[in-house]
């Protein structure tokens, strides 16, 4: 399983989560796994978590040729299938083995490009991922993780019977003792990256600080954009409100959502979002932007939380759920309720079974 991070990465989210879940489904089920991430500070090169093997080696970018030499010159051992995460662009690893490969896309990047990388590089990598990666792997599976992100890449040209969905799932909720915040919070989790675009849920605090002077914002997560999202804050003269926590344990990130009366998720992309059902489990209801894609899917508009088409509609539902308890209450229920329609165990079983079929048979063209 090719993946550019892992979960103990400062920069790993759900990506990360969903593949190394599937992956400990498939060790349960008996299969020998291997995921190839790049390296960094927080963890080994070479370990073994829960029965699946990690090799960390190269860069953010380098990872990308490690992999490649590594498979073509069998440094993995045997290997019968491989699981290429296509994170905005592929690992390219149709062109070095002639085992049957499993593309995972969790979201098309088509907004996120120009976001991230403005100019030449973000036109050349949508290009890589719009028209090339469907070219190469024409005769691959697919996986994604939800309906928008299936019909994203059909536009692409892909083939709509070549795509399976396995939805990711939600873990139950540990018990938190400090509980529910008394005064209003705030929360967003995840990567401190542009497109995640947290400005917008500072400039809903800003904009609601008048009205709740008590209201503070929970930033859980890590980036290259934290500096930046500091700086922001403080030309808003709003940092005395907001926490950057930076990388937490997942104790502490329960914690947080726990003590939280609504989840912002200002994120221009997200192939399903599983901190929704993380706050979820909470009975903590989320907003968030309708265009992403997968939030139409892991949350239910006006019952378990509140899908929006603009920053002002973002800023104007947090606004309202802020100040009517009964309506939080309710869609929080909602949420909870919605945290246990999808489970990790439903996911790691389908995802195994299509894995197990995808290996018996070797594309022709190989």
Not at 247 to 260: I, N, P, Q, Y
Request: one cysteine or more; a negative charge; charged letters at 25%.
């Amino acid at each position: 399983m090719c993946n550019w991070r892992d979960t103990r990465n400062p920069e790993g989210g759900g990506s990360e989560r969903y593949v190394e879940a599937m992956a400990r489904g498939l060790v349960a089920r008996g299969h020998q796994v291997t995921i190839a991430c790049a390296e960094h500070e927080q963890a080994p090169r070479d370990e073994i978590v829960d029965g699946v093997r990690f090799v960390r080696r190269g860069s953010k970018l380098g990872v990308y040729l490690q992999v490649l030499l590594r498979l073509l010159f069998r440094r993995y051992g045997a290997v019968d299938l491989v699981v290429d995460v296509q994170n905005g662009l592929p690992f390219f690893t149709r062109l070095v083995t002639r085992r049957p490969v499993v593309l995972l896309v969790h979201h098309v990047h088509r907004e996120q490009w120009p976001v991230v990388y403005p100019g030449l590089i973000g036109k050349v990598g949508w290009w890589i991922e719009s028209r090339l990666s469907p070219v190469l792997y024409r005769h691959s599976q697919y996986v994604t993780v939800s309906t928008a992100s299936r019909d994203e890449l059909v536009a692409l040209g892909v083939d709509r019977e070549r795509i399976a969905i396995v939805h990711n799932g939600s873990d139950p909720a540990p018990y938190i003792p400090a509980g529910r915040s008394t005064t209003p919070r705030l929360v967003v989790v995840g990567r401190l990256v542009p497109h995640k675009q947290v400005e917008h849920a500072i400039d809903a605090l800003r904009e609601l600080l008048p009205q709740h002077p008590d209201l503070h914002l929970d930033l859980v997560g890590d980036g290259w954009w934290h500096d930046d999202l500091v700086g922001y804050a403080a030309e808003r003269a709003v940092s005395d409100h907001v926490t950057f926590h930076g990388f937490v344990s997942e104790e502490v990130k329960h914690e947080v959502l726990a003590a939280s009366w609504v989840m912002a998720l200002p994120s221009l992309k997200e192939g399903w979002g599983i901190v929704i059902g993380e706050a979820g489990a909470h009975s903590t209801p989320t907003v968030a932007y309708r265009s992403a894609g997968g939030p139409r899917e892991s949350i239910e508009d006006g019952v378990s939380g509140v899908l929006v088409d603009s920053p002002a509609e973002f800023t104007a539902a947090l606004r309202r759920l802020i100040e009517d308890d009964d309506e939080r209450k309710r869609l929080g229920a909602g949420a909870l309720a919605m945290s246990h329609q999808f489970s990790w165990d439903n996911a790691m079983g389908h995802f195994a079974t299509l894995i197990e079929v995808c290996g018996l048979v070797v594309p022709e063209h190989a």
